[in-house]
């Protein structure tokens, strides 16, 4: 194979790289524009359902709350530090998050 015919395979490579480059960017645009219109989708929440979320969502916290002090009522650690191991005595991290 002479120089000119090498020049010309790695021209056509290189075109067919571009042409698959622009594909590329194609899809991609596609893609960002799919993703903007859920993103809005998703942000279309009417106030009754905004006051149900955020009801539910303090409903969940109480739960969550009354739950931990149960545990540790029941001498177990709620602490991040030793989470679920049985308590014996006082645990500072444990009242710390408690009085949060």
Do not use: P, W
């Amino acid at each position: 194979m002479n120089l000119s015919e090498r020049l010309d395979h790695i021209e056509k490579g290189q075109r067919a790289l571009q042409e698959e480059i622009q594909q590329v960017r194609r899809e991609a645009g596609l893609l960002e524009e799919e993703n903007q219109r859920l993103r809005r989708q998703l942000c279309q929440v009417g106030d009754g359902d905004y006051q149900q979320v955020t009801a539910n969502g303090v409903r969940i916290q109480q739960t969550a709350r009354e739950n931990l002090e149960k545990l540790y009522l029941e001498d177990f650690h709620i602490c991040h530090l030793f989470f679920g191991q049985e308590r014996k005595g006082e645990c500072l991290f444990c009242r710390g998050f408690l009085e949060k």
